[in-house]
């Protein structure tokens, strides 16, 4: 399991990413996050050419705030920019693959 990364992209680097990008938002100490591990990466499986981006959350954290992120782990999938899906603690990898196959067609 990779770890989130404190270092976030801003706002407007996240508008201006072309193609398909999923935005993991959550913690390493995150018990919700560190359960769902096998959900995402086994609905992800399908899609390694998926840019995904594990990023730290948490108050003063505006990346997370602009996405109006709640609950941990929430995945934004975005597509040229625009939020096309997105998954708050995936209870099933089927559910990851759907909103995955949304912005990157299988």
Not at 13 to 38: H, K, M, R
Not at 43 to 63: T, V, W
Request: proline share 9%; net charge neutral; charged share 20%.
């Amino acid at each position: 399991m990779s770890a989130y990364t404190e270092s976030a992209p801003t706002r407007a680097e996240v508008d201006a990413l072309p193609g398909a990008t999923v935005i993991e938002f959550g913690t390493n100490w995150c018990g919700f996050c560190a359960a769902a591990q096998p959900q995402i990466e086994q609905g992800l499986a399908a899609h390694p050419e998926l840019r995904h981006l594990k990023i730290e959350d948490g108050p003063g954290r505006p990346l997370g705030r602009s996405f109006r992120v709640k609950l941990w782990p929430t995945l934004v999938f975005i597509k040229d920019g625009t939020e096309v899906a997105r998954v708050v603690r995936p209870s099933s990898a089927q559910a990851v693959r759907d909103a995955a196959n949304q912005i990157d067609p299988p």
